[in-house]
T-cell receptor
């Protein structure tokens, strides 16, 4: 099956700093999503981005499907950005595979 | 419109018991998928249903089962509970017609503790 690797596993930032989270996947996919899980466990969909670039406020994402990776950019980080960021992919079989996540802590 | 609703939110069971969790998807969504989240194994796919049919399943023992009703609501059942089944169980709904366009919306989860 498809393997998903996320890096870095942990990230500590000062408020206002920028960061880049990476997601590598082992096979072609037709679905890629980024999620943020808050401290209460709720998963929020940030982007649906199987290819190309999207932006939503301080967040943006880029997926290069031919090279099998996706990047999530967080600019001017805030304490509320803390949590775990997951990349999830599907290869066409209605089975979504999650990476292990990047745990982000933003210090005030 | 209402989001994905999971019940119960918290529950405690003892080894050997069984448990049933419920998931009501967003109105109009016909796909429901289930995931288990544990500190050691992360988020793992359990199964996915569309129009009452299971389209895919993960690598879990037969003690884990699910079903979907005609109104798209779904239940999952775990029989003969083990300590290792303690986890956050998450349900997601999506329109579901094609894998490529399946944007998942998650419920708040059901946190199961097995003693």
């Amino acid at each position: 099956g498809i393997q998903v690797e996320q890096s870095p596993p942990d990230l500590i930032l000062q408020e206002g700093a920028n960061s880049t989270l990476r997601c590598n996947f082992s096979d072609s996919v037709n679905n890629l999503q980024w999620f943020h899980q808050n401290p209460w466990g709720q998963l929020i969909n940030l982007f649906y981005i199987p290819s190309g670039t999207k932006q939503n406020g301080r967040l943006s994402a880029t997926t290069v499907a031919t090279e099998r990776y996706s990047l999530l950019y967080i600019s001017s980080s805030q304490t509320t950005d803390s949590g775990v960021y997951f990349c999830a992919v599907a290869g066409g079989g209605f089975k979504t595979i999650f990476g292990a996540g990047t745990r982000l802590f933003v210090k005030a | 419109k209402a989001g994905v609703t999971q019940t119960p939110r918290y529950l405690i069971k003892t080894r050997g018991q069984q448990v049933t969790l419920s998931c009501s998807p967003i109105s109009g969504h016909r796909s429901v998928s289930w995931y288990q989240q544990t500190p050691g194994q992360g988020l793992q796919f359990l199964f996915e249903y569309f129009s009452e049919t299971q389209r895919n399943k993960g690598n879990f023992p037969g003690r884990f089962s699910g079903r979907q009703f005609s109104n798209s609501r779904s239940e999952m059942n775990v029989s003969t509970l083990e300590l290792g089944d303690s986890a956050l169980y998450l349900c997601a709904s999506s329109p579901g017609r094609s894998s490529g366009a399946n944007v998942l919306t998650f419920g708040a989860g059901s946190r199961l503790t097995v003693l």
